[in-house]
């Protein structure tokens, strides 16, 4: 059951008028009160055919109305509007449990409280079979203020309650988390300008997609400036940023004038505060084209920021840093994955904002490595190779089971909720991405012997997973995987013990696919060879010979592999 309450009004006979009315597309029936307050004592208009709408909203501003002519300043914010609405599989409620229940959430808001005769006047009326609204005109009948601070709290908390004793869906309790939701008017301007989303959720998009190229808050005003939005920044007298406003192009009241938001309006996590905690850290930032240089990709740089999730995980404000940097580094991914995949993987991001934030402060500094890979991979101009991306895409699938979890030990349900669905969604994409490179993996048979000594390794290296890694349909790939590093250099045992100690392997539907992406990400380079680096550490640190056989060494013989040993089999 949900109970919206909406913005305070000033004109209860116009919200009257709505109420009885045939509604914007007719789908109002039968209006008619099932509640009020004990003095009522008037006939309703949705049942007798004399009473009107004027004298039910005359009699309901009373108060206000005596009030107003005792005191100079006079009171305008005075209606308050609450729908209630229960959820499409809910049963049917009668007239007299809808009655009860609006009795309950007028009680939990400080409209009316228990035992108090001079609460404020409030009706509940009904024009469907699955929802009330409740009306009620915020000055109590000894002239007072109702004590309405912190009402929507109580009002969900008294929901969660109305459908445990009414057996109706049981909802999540609320943290004070969410981002707003669009109200009827915003979502009847998208339809009517054929929009797919509100402002203010296009927006929010936008900003989200914003954050990884900045690292400051003004420079991502200065982004989103340049990407065609309205940006109206509020300085102090020194030009201090002190706040920000941003307006979707198209976006104009009547006027004709540009409607702007407030960061905090469109989502919590986007209020100027918040931005520059986690943009502006204190660690000296290295710009992403001074990182293009560096040997390693920005993709394998991201993976390789991931291996250390988990071990972040440990403290609350660290966890909540790293889960907040996570939502940056998916967002980054969807901007730069090729095309197939952007759908997806923009679904991801968009599902786990409501995963991001919660009420736990965040030690921003603590992800500044996560931080810096979201930014190179926003900022690079090349996509990824096909091994690459799949080994990012997993490891971000393991990451973000890894923050579900944290969240569901913490009872954040819907944040654990919110990092369940883009997890959905981060599996479609890696196993899009994974599928070419697996079919490209098995195309290279490798000869039975050779699959019997890495099925060896296995079984010594994972004996508790080995029957479900032999057994998958990817393990022919894998093996391939092990048979190239070992011909790089690698230990097949050792990569393998390796890889399972980063990812558990219980929860894994396919336990050789998931490993084909850790081993090809940590064998990517050759592994060293211990001769040939003493032997330069020799050369590097000798004297220049001065003897003939100095200055003719004999050849070293190289050491003999279990790769060598196959390719001469072969």
């Known amino acids: 059951m949900i109970a919206a309450i909406k913005p305070a009004g000033s004109n209860t006979r116009g919200l009257l008028a709505y109420l009885y009315g045939p509604g914007r597309h007719d789908e109002h029936t039968d209006p008619h009160i099932v509640a009020g307050f004990a003095m009522l004592g008037m006939p309703d208009p949705g049942r007798a055919p004399d009473a ?57 808001a400080g409209i009316a409280p228990p035992r108090d005769d001079l609460g404020c006047r409030w009706i509940a009326v009904r024009h469907a ?100 939005i309205a940006v109206k920044p509020r300085r102090g007298p020194s030009g201090d940023l002190l706040g920000y406003a941003v307006g979707r192009p198209g976006d104009r009241n009547k006027d004709g004038e540009q409607i702007f938001h407030p960061g905090g309006k469109i989502a919590p996590d986007l209020t100027l505060p918040k931005l520059k905690a986690h943009l502006e850290t204190t660690a000296p930032e290295e710009h992403p084209t ?17 291996d250390t999730f988990h071990a972040g995980m440990a403290d609350d404000t660290h966890a909540q840093a790293q889960i907040t940097a996570l939502g940056e580094l998916i967002e980054a991914t969807a901007q730069k994955a090729p095309a197939n995949l952007q759908a997806e993987l923009r679904a991801a991001s968009r599902a786990f904002a409501r995963a991001q934030r919660s009420q736990i402060r965040a030690e921003n500094q603590a992800a500044h490595t996560l931080r810096t890979a979201a930014r190179d991979i926003a900022y690079t101009a090349t996509g990824p190779d096909g091994s690459a991306l799949a080994a990012l895409l997993t490891a971000l699938v393991w990451a973000t089971i ?54 060896h390794d296995i079984r010594t290296a994972i004996p508790d997973h080995a029957d479900r890694i032999l057994a998958d349909p990817t393990w022919p790939a894998l093996a391939t995987v092990l048979a190239d590093a070992e011909t790089g250099g690698h230990k097949p045992h050792q990569l393998l013990k390796e890889a399972a100690a980063q990812r558990e392997l219980t929860t894994a539907r396919q336990p050789a696919r998931v490993l084909i992406t850790r ?21 590097t640190m000798a004297p220049m010979p001065s003897s003939p056989r100095a200055r003719n060494p004999q050849p070293t013989t190289a050491p003999t592999t279990r790769a060598d040993q196959r390719h001469r089999q072969r």
């Not at 039910?56 to 209630?84: M, Q, Y």
């Not at 300008?193 to 005003?221: K, M, N, V, Y």
């Not at 001074?290 to 390789?304: E, F, G, L, S, V």
């Not at 940590?522 to 020799?538: C, F, I």
């Open 290 to 306: 001074a990182r293009r240089n560096r040997p390693i990709t920005p993709w394998h740089q991201a993976t390789d920021a991931l």
């Open 402 to 455: 890894v923050a579900a979890r944290w969240h569901e030990v913490k009872n954040h349900a819907h944040q654990t909720q919110a990092a369940r669905q883009s997890l959905h969604h981060l599996k479609t994409a890696a196993d899009h991405a994974l599928a070419p490179v697996v079919d490209s993996l098995t195309a290279r048979q490798l000869s039975n012997q050779a699959h019997r000594t890495l099925a």
């Open 52 to 108: 009107t709408l004027t004298q039910l909203a005359h009699h309901l501003d009373a108060p206000v109305r005596l009030r107003n002519s005792e005191f100079g300043k006079k009171i305008t914010d005075h209606v308050w509007h609450c729908p209630v609405r229960a959820a499409p599989e809910d049963r049917y409620l009668s007239d007299a449990e809808w009655a009860e229940i609006a009795q309950r959430i007028v009680e939990a």
């Open 129 to 228: 079979d699955d929802h009330i609204h409740i009306l009620a005109t915020t000055v109590r009948e000894d002239g007072r203020r109702p004590g309405l601070h912190d009402s929507g709290i109580r009002v969900g908390d008294a929901c969660r309650q109305i459908e445990k004793d009414y057996g109706l869906r049981r909802l999540k309790k609320g943290d004070r988390t969410a981002g707003h939701r669009p109200n009827q008017a915003e979502m009847h301007k998208a339809e009517r300008l054929g929009w797919e989303q509100t402002s203010r959720a296009w927006l929010q998009d936008r900003i989200r997609a914003a954050i990884p190229h900045a690292s400051s808050a003004e420079e991502l005003l200065a982004y989103l400036e340049a990407d065609g």
């Open 519 to 539: 081993i090809q990400h940590t064998s990517r380079n050759p592994a060293p060879n211990p001769r040939a680096e003493a032997a330069r550490r020799r050369t």
